[in-house]
């Protein structure tokens, strides 16, 4: 199983980016999607969660309006929209698989930096 992020980089305060998550050897749409987020000495945070086939959609205050995850079940992608960014958004973002009774699985990160 792999989950490969993409999308991420250097933009300035306001400014969005759109992440991709692609999945593969997976059977994707059985799984719960999630974002998270680790910045420097701070823990791994949730920043998004889809759940499956979009039935629910979660999202933590720091980014409810500002951030919005969706799914492709078809190309096996989930994706997270950014907008309005600020600098505290800063980190490495990470998607995950979640299934119950399943260990998750996790991609590598891509760094977001948001700077003038």
């Known amino acids: 199983v792999q989950l490969v992020e993409s999308g991420g980089g250097l933009v300035q305060p306001g400014g969005s980016l759109r992440l991709s998550c692609a999945a593969s050897e997976l059977r994707f749409s059985m799984y719960l999607m999630t974002w998270h987020r680790q910045a420097p000495g701070k823990e791994r945070e949730l920043v998004a969660l889809?759940?499956?086939?979009?039935?629910?959609?979660i999202y933590p205050e720091a980014v409810k309006g500002r951030f919005t995850i969706s799914r492709d079940d078809a190309k096996n992608t989930v994706y997270l929209q950014m907008n309005s960014l600020k600098p505290e958004d800063t980190a490495v973002y990470y998607c995950?698989?979640?299934?119950?009774?399943?260990?998750?699985?996790w991609g590598q990160g891509t760094q977001v930096t948001v700077s003038s």
């Open positions: 889809i759940g499956i086939g979009g039935s629910k959609i």
């Open positions: 995950r698989a979640f299934r119950t009774g399943i260990n998750p699985y």
